[in-house]
């Protein structure tokens, strides 16, 4: 039997990449998103296609109302999306407001536990700390600190064959992320990066992420396949 790898799924094009990634590894792979109160819901049906369309063993969506305590422009409307690029590069003294407090710790603790269950050795998740928007939780120590805690916070761990937590794109820029993905045969146009796309799937073209994902076809030399409003 094939070892088990859980992937975190976001309908994005990193946690997409992640998957084929495990899947060239020869993992059977398990994916999972979150309900979380995101701006919109259409990345969670794009990931449900990605899901089915890769041929993962079991797919599951956690629901996680984040939307109760807001903090973030992805889960408070009363907080604007910025449209316009930040001068220099993020800073974590500048943090920006697409941040959702905690979000990466909750969901990698959830993925936790359903890996216990399926006994599966392996969790990846599309964090990359070269083209990102200054998140805290998507840096090395992070992770290193996580794996840490997993390890004392298990069964498996306590019994020393805990799950290991990859990263295989931390360290990529996005158009190395892109050129991967397009060697392994991902299907980017089923993906959404966009942080307040349409709910026909149309991204804006003007949010950190989808200036990330346009400039990382860009330089990659790929087209890219994103639909813009």
Not at 60 to 84: C, Q, W, Y
Not at 145 to 162: C, D
Request: charged letters at 20%.
């Amino acid at each position: 039997m094939k070892e088990k790898a859980l992937i975190l799924l976001s309908g994005g094009l990193d946690s997409t990449t992640c998957l084929a990634i495990a899947q060239q590894q020869g993992f059977d792979c398990y994916g999972l998103s979150f309900d979380y109160g995101q701006r919109h819901r259409i990345e969670l049906l794009a990931a449900e296609k990605i899901a089915k369309h890769m041929g993962v063993v079991d797919y599951k969506v956690v629901p996680i109302n984040l939307r109760m305590f807001g903090g973030s422009a992805l889960t408070d409307d009363a907080i604007h999306v910025p449209e316009a690029p930040s001068a220099g590069s993020p800073s974590l003294s500048e943090i920006p407001v697409t941040y959702v407090p905690a979000r990466n710790t909750i969901f990698l603790a959830i993925a936790l536990g359903w890996a216990e269950v399926l006994n599966a050795k392996h969790i990846y998740i599309g964090v990359n700390s070269v083209d990102y928007s200054g998140y805290p939780d998507c840096r090395p120590e992070f992770i290193r600190a996580f794996q840490t805690m997993a390890n004392l916070a298990t069964r498996a761990g306590v019994e020393g064959e805990g799950p290991i937590f990859h990263t295989p794109l931390i360290s990529l820029s996005k158009s190395d992320i892109i050129k991967l993905g397009t060697e392994l045969g991902v299907d980017y146009s089923l993906t959404i990066s966009c942080y307040q796309a349409d709910e026909s799937g149309q991204a804006c073209g003007l949010c950190d992420s989808c200036r990330l994902r346009k400039n990382g076809f860009d330089q990659a030399g790929v087209s890219d396949p994103t639909k813009y409003k």
